[in-house]
Structure formats: C-alpha cells, structure tokens
C-alpha cells in the first residue's frame, strides 16, 4: 500500500522559511516522479512544484520560483520542499504526490495522494 505522509508545516511569519518532508513507503520510490500541490480555503487545488525521479527535471508553479526549492533524496525516500521568502498568499494545505510520470504529475493528475500539511503564514 502507498503511503506519502507529509510533514514540517505550521504558522509562520511573513518573510520566512519552511521545510516540507514527505516520506514515501509501498512503492519504488526512485522510479517515480514527486510534486508538490497545495489547496487554499476556497479554491481549487494547484499544482506548486515538481520533480523527476532522478533529481535532474523540476518544474514550478510562477509564483513560487526563485522562493521555493523541490528536492529529493532516494535513499530516504523522501522528497522536499524548501519554501523561503513566504507570503500570506502561500497559505494553503499543501499535497505531497507521486507518479510514475512526471507530465502526469505537472498534468495534476497523479496517482497517489498525502493527506496534506497545513501552511498558514501570518501577515
């Protein structure tokens, strides 16, 4: 059974960082490409960050290149997300996803899903 728990949200400062884990079980975690979506109260859930399964593609949402960092760690089977320079705006739960592609995942339409950790940044 696929599991991806993710981890490290909380309330943070305007201005400020924070680190999202996600642990992945159930699956061969190196052969499967991550992303990062988040949903805000009231809208719909949007895709943040992606990344193949060897580190060497990743993708971002517009508004959160040159904040946010995607990375990976195959031997940990975990995947991050870096969040600097945060913004009321970035408020939201965040998703941890994976598929097998990488367009599907950018697609935003993978096909396992975390449950979610929640990001609230203050103003």
């Known amino acids: 059974q696929v599991q991806l728990v993710e981890s490290g949200g909380g309330l943070v400062q305007t201005g400020g960082s924070l680190r999202l884990s996600c642990a992945a079980s159930g699956l061969t975690f190196s052969s499967y490409a991550m992303g990062w979506f988040r949903q805000a109260p009231g809208k719909e859930r949007e895709f943040v960050a992606g990344i193949s399964w060897g580190g060497g593609r990743v993708y971002y949402e517009d508004s959160v290149k040159g904040r946010f960092t995607i990375s990976r760690d195959n031997a940990k089977n975990t995947v991050y997300l870096q969040m600097n320079s945060l913004k009321p705006e970035d408020t939201a739960v965040y998703y941890c996803?994976?598929?097998?592609?990488?367009?599907?995942?950018?697609?935003?339409?993978?096909?396992?899903w975390g449950k979610g950790t929640l990001v609230t940044v203050s103003s």
């Open positions: 996803a994976a598929d097998g592609l990488l367009e599907v995942v950018i697609g935003k339409t993978p096909g396992y």
